[in-house]
């Protein structure tokens, strides 16, 4: 059984196709890589599981996107629940303008929980998960403008947990870190894998080499190869991919 | 080919950036140069006639001697009213503008007719109001036309600022919001609203200064030509700072004697909207300080 599927995903803005017939099935708790050069459509892909491309106008998908084997395209389904459920990370760590608490409650309080104690202790939890809570504990009530850039980032993963989803986007969460922030942020991914399905976008190919267990390699808007990541990096079945893969083009 | 010496070429670069230069900072110079000599001009003219009892007093002698405060009290009144009407009506625009519509053809549309309004000559407005307030809906010539239609004036203005600030805020952080499952209200009023607030003031310190100053506004629809006594409710007619230094200056009973207290008046006019400047930035601060301690 897979966590996420899709099938035939053709994906446009305005006039123009950005994913063209797209078929890649996710088993849950495991990392998938999306890698390929600029453009080639893999953060558009990302984005079509909380159907983030929604805010943008004039785009329009056709296929089908199941999540734990229901089309979160049909109609009458709720996207706020949906966003719920699967939860993302983006380049730039972008905590709100709040206090480090306040950013990991946000999630809780618009999804209607105000119970305090219970708010205290998915806060407490979510920041321990992301190994932040011996940083921050005396200054939650501290604007999280405060913390390091890899501690935001961190934070902004944990804001993301605090709902409890089940799926984690990650938007090339490192680009903006610096190395030893990286490193706690990918080994923080390979923790995460045991209690969440995460798919992350990468412009690094070590990193996708280091963190996922499968790749899936896009060009110019298709999928050219999906599979176990090991196969990938150094038995491609595919000439393009091997380029990508050790720099020839890209 | 032979290429240029390479000394003489550098020589002629930093001359050419040298010039360029002088004349940007002579330009800027002289823009400090004129806003200085303005303020010293009324400063030099004006001083003179400022007194407690000139800020205190009512009119006396056909304008030419005591105060000017029914005139003050006129325009806080007018500017607070088109304030009350123009920020909330403006702010609430440029967030249904920039959060809620769609990029097309309506948008585009109210986009133009924004523009439009800011581009009505003030007199325009001043008539406007007369036939819709002061007649049609029977106001009169009263505070409540008046600050009715200076809110009219200063709707673009404060709609285009809130817009440009709304704009500024990263799209991340919508997405960020979203992305845990918010609406799209909570987002705008939780997220993007207190990040935008400290500058969407701007907009309302923009207006206060633009407001205050107006006189063909409210020539048709509350200024009184004289009225030594205070306004008791919006219904009642005021004396206004900008009608009242055009009165003095044009048609007066007595043009050369009442000059000291035209130019006062306009001394006045200038520290009022210096105060509301300094007060509207000192709030902006306040809550931008607030802002990052929520």
Known sequence: MYKIESKNVDFFYGPSQALKNINIAIKPNTVTAL???????????????????????????SGQVLIDNEDIYAKGINVDSLRKKVGM???????????????????LRVNGISDKKFIEERVETSIKQVALWEEVKDKLKKPAFELS???QQRLCIARALAIQPSIILMDEPTSALDPISTAKIEALIYELKSKYTIVIVTHNMQQAGRVSDTTAFFYMGELIEHGNTKTIFTNPKIERTQNYITGRFG | MKLPDEHKLAKRKMRGQAIAFWIFRILS???????????????????????WGFITKMPEEGMTKGGIYPAIIGTLCLVAGSMIFAFPVGVLAAIYMNEYVKDGIIKKIIKQMTNNLAGIPSIVFGLFGMSLFVNKLGFGDSILAGSL???????????????????AVDNTFRHASLGLGA????????????????????????SIGRVSGETAPILFTVAAYFLPKLPTSVFDQAMALPYHLYVLSTSGTNIEESRPVAYGTALVLIIIVLIANLLANGLRKYFGRK???N
């Open chain 1, 35 to 61: 890698i390929g050069p600029s453009g080639c459509g893999k953060s558009t892909y990302l984005r079509l599981f909380n159907r983030m491309n929604d805010l943008i106008d004039n785009t329009r998908i």
């Open chain 1, 89 to 107: 990370v983006f380049q730039k760590p972008n905590p709100f303008p709040k206090t480090i608490f306040e950013n990991v409650a946000y999630g």
């Open chain 1, 149 to 151: 850039g890899g501690q």
């Open chain 2, 29 to 51: 110079y002289a823009i400090i140069a004129i806003l200085f000599s303005i303020l010293s001009f009324i400063i030099y003219k004006g001083a003179s006639s400022i007194s």
């Open chain 2, 149 to 167: 239609t200076l809110g009219l004036l200063a709707l673009p203005v404060v709609i285009r600022t809130t817009e440009e600030v709304l704009k």
């Open chain 2, 183 to 206: 609406s799209k209200w909570e987002t705008t009023s939780k997220v993007v609203l207190p990040i935008a607030f400290p500058n969407i003031i701007t907009g309302l310190i923009l």
């Open chain 2, 291 to 293: 802002v990052k301690m």
